[in-house]
């Protein structure tokens, strides 16, 4: 795979290094640095596919660095988050199986048939999009930018249900796949 350091690439690199840069925050109780890290990797997160789209810059290195950067920001706000008692255990185990649950099947599924084109379903999309709207709310909240306790339980749970189809819809998509590549 080649290497491009084109527009989108570069935005995609920088949410991989403000990873850190979010734990640190998160870690120091710097919500409102935290928050702002957050949501500027979200628009870069947005720019990047806009950008590779709509003036024909997609590369395979970049097809394959923007989920992993975009696991790695996830997972460091909710891992930091849920160890500091802001986000439920029980959802972030759910959403840390769901992602086990989507990269072994695609392992599975390449070790077993080879190539595999593996796109976001609007389901995965919509469970990325509660779960990164929740994380905002949660560091709004601890930075006193929100005043929103009685709207996290409702967002945990909502975030949880989207989760779970999600991870049912890719479980059920892979079979399919696997069935006709075996069929």
């Keep these: ?9 570069v935005l995609t690199a920088l949410r991989v290094l403000a990873a850190p840069l979010l734990a640190y925050f998160l870690m120091r109780g710097h919500y409102d640095y935290a928050l702002y890290t957050f949501v500027l990797a979200a628009i870069t997160d947005a720019l990047d596919g806009f950008i590779a789209r709509h003036f024909n810059q997609y590369t395979e290195f970049g097809a394959a660095l923007d989920p992993l950067a975009d696991k790695l920001i996830t997972l460091t706000c909710l891992l930091i988050l849920s160890f500091q008692g802001l986000v439920p255990l029980w959802l972030t185990l759910a959403m840390v199986v769901r992602d086990s649950v989507i990269v072994a099947g695609a392992f599975a599924y390449h070790h077993l048939f080879g190539e595999i084109d593996i796109r976001p379903t609007w389901l995965g999309k ?20 929100l005043a929103v306790p009685d709207w996290l339980m409702p967002g945990f749970l909502a975030v949880l249900a989207s989760c779970l189809a999600s991870m049912t819809q890719y479980v059920v998509l892979w079979a399919r796949k696997a069935a006709q590549a075996a069929g």
């Design 1 to 9: 795979m080649k290497v491009v350091w084109n527009v989108p690439n």
């Design 126 to 145: 919509l469970h990325t999009l509660m779960a990164f709207s929740l994380f905002i709310f949660v560091m709004a909240h601890q930075a006193q930018l």
